[in-house]
Nanobody, 122 residues
Framework: QVQLAESGGGLVQAGDSLRLSCAAS????????MGWFRQAPGKGREFVAA????????RYADSVKGRFTISRDDAKNTGYLQMNSLKPEDTAVYYC???????????????WGQGTQVTVSS
C-alpha cells in the first residue's frame, strides 16, 4: 500500500549529527504510525524510535534517548530521524517502517524501507 524510501545516511565522525528521511509514496503517511529500527552486522533488528499518527506521542530506545528525535511532516509525506551526538555504536543500517498501529515491535510493522547505512567513526 505505502512504499517507503530512506535517505540521509552516510559516514560521519563521533559527535556529529545526521538527519535521516523516510519518504512515503503510494499512500499518505498521515494514515500511519511510523518507526525507526536499526541492524548492525551480526545483530538483530533493534528498535530505535516510534511516533504515532498524530505526531504528538513518541517512544525511544534507552540507548538513543536524549540524542535522537523522531518527527514527521505529513504535508511533505516524510518522516525523519534526527541523530545528534552520534557514537560508533550507532553504526548500523537504519530502516523506517510504517503501520496503522503505534508499536515498538518490528514484526508488527507491515511496511518497510530499504534501509540506509549510517557509519560513525571514532
Amino acid at each position: 500500500q505505502v512504499q517507503l524510501a530512506e535517505s540521509g545516511g552516510g559516514l560521519v565522525q563521533a559527535g556529529d549529527s545526521l538527519r535521516l528521511s523516510c519518504a512515503a509514496s503510494g499512500r499518505a503517511l498521515s494514515g500511519y504510525a511510523m518507526g525507526w529500527f536499526r541492524q548492525a552486522p551480526g545483530k538483530g533488528r533493534e528498535f530505535v524510535a516510534a511516533i504515532d499518527i498524530s505526531g504528538r506521542n513518541t517512544r525511544y530506545a534507552d540507548s538513543v534517548k536524549g540524542r535522537f528525535t523522531i518527527s514527521r511532516d505529513d504535508a511533505k509525506n516524510t518522516g525523519y530521524l534526527q541523530m545528534n551526538s552520534l557514537k560508533p555504536e550507532d553504526t548500523a543500517v537504519y530502516y523506517c517502517a510504517a503501520d496503522p498501529r503505534y508499536t515498538t515491535i518490528a514484526r508488527l510493522y507491515n511496511y518497510w524501507g530499504q534501509g540506509t547505512q549510517v557509519t560513525v567513526s571514532s
